[in-house]
């Protein structure tokens, strides 16, 4: 028999969904409530406000991520040197399965402006997850300067995401990610 979700799960979900599609701002309780078929007091005994809402969505989101991504890696990269490379072919795939508002990460950062925020704390740990990431990769390719090449190889991903976001088209998603792969390929080259 399959495990129905929780309600907490229920909420997150769709405030997953309802975040990235419509923006946080734009998205109140009244719609998480109604689109995840929970009460509101029961959304409000898993998350005090909104805000704390948006950091469990994000920290959530990040938990996921910061799983797949190396799991992808891994599966489809042979060689430490294509594991950094292949950081550009996750990112192809995950824009091809939808994600026409570039990343809800950087998005939320936009929407956020308190610098102290829950959720702006949640976006800086997911960046910073991504930049260690990709230097760890560098160091297992013996990369030199592998701090330097991550931040190198972060800017071209927030660029794609950039892109993604203002322009919304998978097509130019496409490209961005095509010269933001070539650009990378570029960069290892050279701390080769």
């Known amino acids: ?76 990269a042979r060689t430490p040197r294509a594991r950094v490379l292949a950081v550009f072919d996750w990112l192809e795939e995950f824009y091809a399965e939808g994600g026409a508002r570039g990343c809800a990460f950087v998005n939320a950062a936009a929407e956020i402006p308190d610098r102290d925020s829950p959720a702006r704390e949640a976006a800086r740990e997911q960046k910073t997850w991504l930049r260690d990431y990709l230097e760890t990769l560098a160091r297992a390719a013996r990369l030199r300067r592998p701090h330097a090449l991550a931040v190198q190889l972060q800017l071209l991903i927030e660029g794609v995401h950039a892109r993604v976001a203002v322009d919304g088209d998978p097509d130019l998603a496409r490209e961005a990610i095509t010269q933001a792969r070539a650009a990378a390929r570029t960069l290892v080259r050279a701390a080769a």
């Open 1 to 76: 028999m399959t495990r129905q979700p929780s309600a907490r799960e229920r909420l997150l979900a769709t405030a997953t969904a309802l975040f990235y599609d419509r923006g946080i701002t734009a998205t109140g309780v009244d719609a998480v409530v109604a689109a995840s078929g929970v009460s509101k007091p029961t959304l409000y005994a898993h998350f005090r406000t909104k805000e704390q809402l948006v950091a469990a969505v994000l920290a959530d989101r990040h938990a996921r991520r910061s799983a797949e991504l190396p799991a992808w890696v891994d599966a489809h």
